[in-house]
């Protein structure tokens, strides 16, 4: 099985900065694209920020400028990169990875959410 374990999450002020992790384990063979996703009380999931297995990225328009995803493929980790963090960007804050397992099955997995809260 695969597993996507977050961590970095916590409360910041805002203008401040968070660093989120994700890290993939497990019988994976490729990873074809990672992503981060965020839930705020009472709203729908949204994409936040998505990186492909070329490096190319794409962002919500509300964090462009403020947020970088990477990744480390030889940790099969990726981050989430969090600037100028506003009362807005409060959230659960999910990983996902569309991968390739040892056995060939192409799936879509979650982590566990870790929570991001902006406040003074």
């Known amino acids: 099985q695969v597993q996507l374990v977050e961590s970095g999450g916590g409360l910041v002020q805002p203008g401040g900065s968070l660093r989120l992790s994700c890290a993939a384990s497990?019988?994976?063979?490729?990873?074809?694209?990672m992503g981060w996703y965020r839930q705020a009380p009472g709203e729908q999931r949204e994409l936040v920020a998505r990186?492909?297995?070329?490096?190319?990225?794409n962002y919500e328009d509300s964090v462009k400028g403020r947020f970088t995803i990477s990744r480390d493929d030889r940790k099969n980790t990726f981050y989430l990169q969090m600037n100028s963090l506003k009362p807005e960007d409060t959230a659960v804050y999910f990983c996902?990875?569309?991968?390739?397992?040892?056995?060939?099955?192409?799936?879509?997995?979650w982590g566990q959410g870790t929570q991001v809260t902006v406040s003074a």
């Open positions: 996902n990875a569309f991968l390739m397992m040892v056995s060939t099955e192409k799936r879509i997995f």
């Open positions: 497990g019988s994976i063979a490729s990873i074809y694209a």
């Open positions: 990186i492909l297995s070329d490096g190319s990225t």
